[in-house]
C-alpha cells in the first residue's frame, strides 16, 4: 500500500494553522485535518476518568499524536496535520517516528502584534500564549520546505503556494 502523505504546518498558537489546514481539506478533498488540539481533547477526556489518580497515559501527548499520524499514512490516509513543535525533543520524536514518510514541513508565521489580536478576537485562550510560545518555537534548527505568513499573504495565496509545492514534491 502507497503511504498516505502528510502537509504538517507547524507554528505558534493563534498563527492560523487551523485555518489554513481548514483551508487546504476544502481544497484537497482527498486529505483530512488532523489537529494537536482536537487529539488533546481527547486525551484530556480519557484522563478525565483518573483525576484523583492523577495522569493515566504516562507518555507526552505528542508522542501519541506522532503515532497515530504514521498509522493514518501507513494505512494511506493523507493528512493535514496541526502541530506545535513546543521543544526539541517533540519535533525529534516526530521526525524519528515519520522520517521515511512523504511530508511537506511548513512554517507558519505572523507577527506579535496579529497573534495578540487574534487571541483577543478568540477569546479562547490567554492573551500572551502565542507571545510566550515564541521563545522556544522556530528556535531548532528547523528545515521547512515552505514558509508562510498568515498575516501578510491572504490563506487562499498560502493554500496555493502548498498545494503547488505538493504536486512538485511528493
Same mark, same amino acid.
Given at each position: 500500500?502507497?503511504?498516505?502523505?502528510?502537509?504538517?504546518? /507547524?507554528?505558534?498558537? %493563534?498563527?492560523?494553522?487551523?485555518?489554513?489546514?481548514?483551508?487546504?481539506?476544502?481544497? $484537497?478533498?482527498?486529505?483530512? @485535518?488532523?489537529?494537536?488540539?482536537?487529539?488533546?481533547?481527547?486525551?484530556?477526556?480519557?484522563?478525565?476518568?483518573?483525576? !484523583?489518580?492523577?495522569? $493515566?497515559? &504516562?507518555? &507526552?501527548?505528542?508522542?501519541?499524536? @506522532?503515532? /497515530?499520524?504514521?498509522?493514518? %499514512? /501507513?494505512?494511506?490516509?493523507? $493528512?493535514?496535520?496541526? =502541530?506545535?513543535?513546543?521543544?526539541?525533543?517533540?519535533? !525529534?520524536?516526530?521526525?524519528?517516528?515519520?522520517?521515511?514518510?512523504?511530508?511537506?514541513?511548513?512554517?507558519? @508565521?505572523?507577527?506579535?502584534? !496579529?497573534?495578540?489580536?487574534?487571541?483577543?478576537?478568540?477569546?479562547?485562550? &490567554?492573551?500572551? =500564549?502565542?507571545? %510566550?510560545?515564541? =521563545?522556544?518555537?522556530?528556535? @531548532?534548527? !528547523?528545515?521547512?520546505?515552505? =514558509?508562510?505568513?498568515?498575516?501578510?499573504?491572504p490563506i487562499e495565496d498560502c493554500v496555493n503556494k502548498i498545494i503547488s509545492l505538493l504536486e512538485d514534491r511528493?
Open positions: 500500500m502507497t503511504l498516505g502523505k502528510i502537509i504538517l504546518l /507547524n507554528g505558534v498558537s %493563534s498563527s492560523g494553522k487551523s485555518t489554513l489546514s481548514k483551508a487546504l481539506a476544502e481544497r $484537497l478533498k482527498d486529505y483530512f @485535518h488532523f489537529s494537536i488540539d482536537e487529539f488533546d481533547y481527547v486525551v484530556e477526556t480519557m484522563e478525565e476518568r483518573g483525576v !484523583e489518580k492523577g495522569r $493515566l497515559i &504516562p507518555v &507526552p501527548t505528542e508522542y501519541l499524536f @506522532h503515532d /497515530n499520524i504514521r498509522i493514518f %499514512s /501507513n494505512y494511506g490516509v493523507n $493528512l493535514i496535520v496541526d =502541530q506545535i513543535f513546543i521543544d526539541k525533543e517533540t519535533m !525529534e520524536d516526530f521526525f524519528k517516528k515519520l522520517h521515511d514518510y512523504p511530508i511537506l514541513f511548513i512554517g507558519v @508565521h505572523c507577527s506579535v502584534v !496579529e497573534l495578540e489580536r487574534r487571541e483577543k478576537q478568540r477569546g479562547d485562550r &490567554p492573551i500572551g =500564549q502565542a507571545k %510566550s510560545q515564541l =521563545q522556544f518555537f522556530h528556535q @531548532h534548527n !528547523e528545515v521547512y520546505d515552505l =514558509q508562510v505568513n498568515t498575516e501578510v499573504e511528493i
